[in-house]
């Protein structure tokens, strides 16, 4: 059975930084696509970044690059996303997803249907 466990979201002030950490069990992180999703109310889930090619690959939504880095313990069979000058505009609810296996290898898109398991959720609110 595939889990997927997010901690780490929490409340912070515009230009901080939080870190996301998604535990991941039944499912080998470094040997297929994840990614992180945010959705905020209202609005649909968005496909913040991916990761694949044994971290060696990803791929991140315009709005957060070169402020948010995904990223993989093998070790751990961990998933992360550290977040950097925090808007207001990135809170949301966010979400560690895993690619509906199998998983065919090239470009992982970030594209909610294409992943087939989900955490929990975690909130990260940033305030003005």
């Known amino acids: 059975k595939v889990q997927l466990v997010e901690s780490g979201g929490g409340s912070v002030q515009a230009g901080g930084s939080l870190s996301l950490s998604c535990a991941a069990s039944?499912?080998?992180?470094?040997?297929?696509?994840m990614g992180w999703f945010r959705q905020a109310p209202g609005k649909e889930r968005e496909g913040v970044a991916t990761i694949w090619a044994g971290g060696g690959r990803t791929n991140y939504v315009d709005s957060v690059k070169g402020r948010f880095t995904i990223s993989q313990d093998s070790a751990k069979n961990t998933l992360y996303l550290r977040m950097d000058s925090l808007k207001p505009e990135d809170t949301a609810m966010y979400y560690c997803?895993?690619?509906?296996?199998?998983w065919g290898g090239g470009w992982c898109r970030r594209s909610p249907g294409d992943f087939g398991y989900w955490g929990q959720g975690t909130q990260v609110t940033v305030t003005s």
């Open positions: 997803a895993a690619y509906l296996l199998p």
């Open positions: 039944g499912y080998t992180v470094s040997s297929n696509c």
